[in-house]
Nanobody
């Protein structure tokens, strides 16, 4: 049974940091590209970051570049999103997603999704 379980969300003040984790099971992580998406209230789901299967390539959404870092540890079956300099506009539910072999920026390309973790940036 495939599972992606996000954790690490919470309430943080503007300028603060959070590290999200995505624990995966039921498939071999090393064969999958992994991504993070987010959805704010009343908005469509938005691409955040992606890391390729072989870890060589990462790519970020425009407003995340330079502040967020995606990483993975295949041995631990985990993917991470380090988020720094958080702003109220980063408030959203954050989802991790898996796609076999080839990375994509498109939400519809992903095969497996987690349930999400809430990130709230507020003073």
């Amino acid at each position: 049974q495939v599972q992606l379980v996000e954790s690490g969300g919470g309430l943080v003040q503007p300028g603060g940091s959070l590290r999200l984790s995505c624990a995966v099971s039921g498939f071999t992580l090393e064969y999958y590209a992994m991504a993070w998406f987010r959805q704010a209230p009343g908005k469509e789901r938005e691409f955040v970051a992606v890391i390729s299967q072989n870890i060589d390539t990462t790519f970020y959404g425009d407003s995340m570049s330079g502040r967020f870092t995606i990483s993975r540890d295949n041995a631990k079956n985990a993917v991470y999103l380090q988020m720094n300099s958080l702003q109220p506009g980063d408030t959203a539910v954050y989802y991790c997603a898996a796609r076999r072999l080839i990375a994509s920026l498109r939400e519809s390309a992903y095969d497996y999704w987690g349930q999400g973790t809430q990130v709230t940036v507020s003073s």
